[in-house]
T-cell receptor, first 114, second 115 residues
Framework: DTEVTQTPKHLVMGMTNKKSLKCEQHMGHRAMYWYKQKAKKPPELMFVYSYEKLSINESVPSRFSPECPNSSLLNLHLHALQPEDSALYLC?????????????FGQGTRLTVV | AQTVTQSQPEMSVQEAETVTLSCTYDTSESDYYLFWYKQPPSRQMILVIRQEAYKQQNATENRFSVNFQKAAKSFSLKISDSQLGDAAMYFCAYRKTSNTGKLIFGQGTTLQVKP
C-alpha cells in the first residue's frame, strides 16, 4: 500500500463554517506534511509533523489548525477562512523527515471558500 | 534562501520523440537532494526521478534521465520516447539534508504531448 488518501476530494465552505480535511497513510511513515497549491502554481509547504509532533509551521494563519492524532492520520481544521484560501490542499508523507526518502502525495482536496 | 527556477512555462513534444525540461537552483549548501515530480490533471504529485547532490552519476529511471551539473546548479530532465501519458505539469524540487523534509518547488513546466 503506497497510498496517501485524502478526504474529501472537493469541499465548498462559507467563511463562517468550520470544516476539517483528513489525510491517512498506512506505510508506516513518521513524517507528514500539508502543502497548499494555487492554480498553475507550485505547492507551498504549510506544516510538517515528525513523529506526531509539529516540527514546522511556515507562518500559516491561525485559521488553519493542524492535528496529528496518530502516526497514520493528519487533519487540517479550517475556521473562518477567506476566499483567497481557496486552493488545492495536498497531504504528503515520507518515511522520515530527515532521510533521503521519497515523499508520497495524496490527490488533494480542492477547497472553495465562498 | 534556496530557490528553484524553471524557465519554460510550457513545452510540447511529438509522441515518441525526446524532450528536455530545464531547471536551475540556487543554494549555498553542498549536500542536498533534487527531484522531478509530475502532476497530471488527476492532481496527484508523482515522483519521477531523484538525484543526490553527492553522486556524480546522473540518475536514470526507464525513459527518464537527468543531466545534473552541480557547479552550474542545473538539473534538467530528459524524457525519451514520449508517450501521451507523459502529458502533465512537471515540477523540479530541492530539499536540503536537514530534519525538515521541506521541498522547495520551481514554478513548473506544462508538457503537452502531440499524437
Amino acid at each position: 500500500d503506497t497510498e496517501v488518501t485524502q478526504t474529501p476530494k472537493h469541499l465548498v465552505m462559507g467563511m463562517t463554517n468550520k470544516k476539517s480535511l483528513k489525510c491517512e497513510q498506512h506505510m508506516g511513515h513518521r513524517a507528514m506534511y500539508w502543502y497548499k497549491q494555487k492554480a498553475k502554481k507550485p505547492p507551498e509547504l504549510m506544516f510538517v509533523y515528525s513523529y506526531e509532533k509539529l516540527s514546522i509551521n511556515e507562518s500559516v494563519p491561525s485559521r488553519f489548525s493542524p492535528e496529528c492524532p496518530n502516526s497514520s492520520l493528519l487533519n487540517l481544521h479550517l475556521h473562518a477562512l477567506q476566499p483567497e484560501d481557496s486552493a488545492l490542499y495536498l497531504c504528503a508523507s515520507s518515511q522520515e523527515a530527515s532521510w533521503n526518502t521519497e515523499a508520497f502525495f495524496g490527490q488533494g482536496t480542492r477547497l472553495t471558500v465562498v | 534562501a534556496q530557490t528553484v527556477t524553471q524557465s519554460q512555462p510550457e513545452m510540447s513534444v511529438q509522441e515518441a520523440e525526446t524532450v528536455t525540461l530545464s531547471c536551475t537552483y540556487d543554494t549555498s549548501e553542498s549536500d542536498y537532494y533534487l527531484f522531478w515530480y509530475k502532476q497530471p490533471p488527476s492532481r496527484q504529485m508523482i515522483l519521477v526521478i531523484r538525484q543526490e547532490a553527492y553522486k556524480q552519476q546522473n540518475a536514470t529511471e526507464n525513459r527518464f534521465s537527468v543531466n545534473f551539473q552541480k557547479a552550474a546548479k542545473s538539473f534538467s530532465l530528459k524524457i525519451s520516447d514520449s508517450q501521451l501519458g507523459d502529458a502533465a505539469m512537471y515540477f523540479c524540487a530541492y530539499r536540503k539534508t536537514s530534519n525538515t523534509g521541506k521541498l522547495i518547488f520551481g514554478q513548473g513546466t506544462t508538457l503537452q504531448v502531440k499524437p
